[in-house]
């Protein structure tokens, strides 16, 4: 059995093999093979994660060192799609551990991009090995809402604010700062698009000019069969002085059934031109009345000359 180690990242390697043969008492054998996968190059960090707000060039560092009894050499370290850029190769122990630096430049808007890091070293047994580290780059906006996207208010969380004193039903919204040097105050919240009296909207403050708690309550059921608006919550903060979120509001309408038209529609007869007559159909004469054709008996082969028997007497 042989094992392609160059995909695995692991140091633990399990595989198994069934064997089956002619022995009625034990007629398949499975046979557990398990190794430790010993890398030349080790990464550690293994992936890196690049994270902070958009406008900020972002930082982060990893460390090669190796994993037997051979000696590596840096040679060569790039990125595949350029998204990073590598400051520089820095030997902390010479043959055994070298820290390298990558950097992400600002992003316009906030978003997610990756890349692959491929390094290339020199063994001290002759030959060249190589190995990858995947890099993600998250440009995060400076204030984070968690859940992002949609608040939704499903039919069948809103269907029991049809029972008189029932509770409003609730979703939370978690605003922070995306870095801790980043501080902000929340100056207002309104709703726009949406009628009044369906959405309640609350303020909790968790820490002070960092994280906040918004609260969404739909406090009373409606007629229509959802209900859509925006949630603007404006704050002090110059690079981001508002969040939006889309609020929906779906509720559980009895449908009407009309019931069905059990009268069949009338028919019309369309009465004939007068002085036309039907075309009889290809083929068919019809005969005319008191005209009445004789049926004769089947002539077969050799037959031609017989004549037909009379019919029995009753």
Known sequence: MSVDTSKLRTETVRKYATVSCNDPRQPTIRLNIHGILRQVIKAAPNAIVL????????????????????????????????????????????????????????????????????????????????????????????????????????????????QPGSAPVKRDLQIFATSPETTFNITS????????????????????????????????????????????IQTDLKSMPEVTARLYAQFAVNPTRTPPNRTSPTRTKVKPRPGLQPLPRPGVVKPRIGQVKPISPPVGPGRENQTPKPPPKP
């Open 51 to 162: 994270r902070g707000e958009a406008g900020s060039q972002l930082t982060g560092k990893f460390v090669l060192t190796k994993g037997t009894e051979l000696d590596i050499t840096v040679t060569d370290v790039s990125a595949a799609k350029n998204q990073v850029t590598l400051e520089g190769i820095v030997e902390v122990t010479a043959g055994e551990k070298y820290e390298i630096t990558v950097s992400a430049a600002p992003a316009l808007i906030p978003g997610m991009t990756r890349d692959i890091i491929n390094i290339e070293v020199m063994c001290s047994d002759g030959e060249m090995r190589s190995t990858t580290v995947p890099v993600t780059i998250d440009h995060q906006a400076p204030i984070t809402v968690i859940p992002r996207g949609n608040i939704v208010f499903q039919a069948k969380d809103t269907q029991r604010l049809k």
């Open 189 to 232: 919240i309104s709703v726009d698009d949406a009628p009044e009296g369906v959405f309640r909207i609350t303020q909790r403050k968790v820490r002070n000019a960092q994280r906040y708690v918004v609260s969404v309550e739909v406090i009373e059921s409606r007629p229509e069969r959802s209900i859509r608006g925006t949630l603007r």
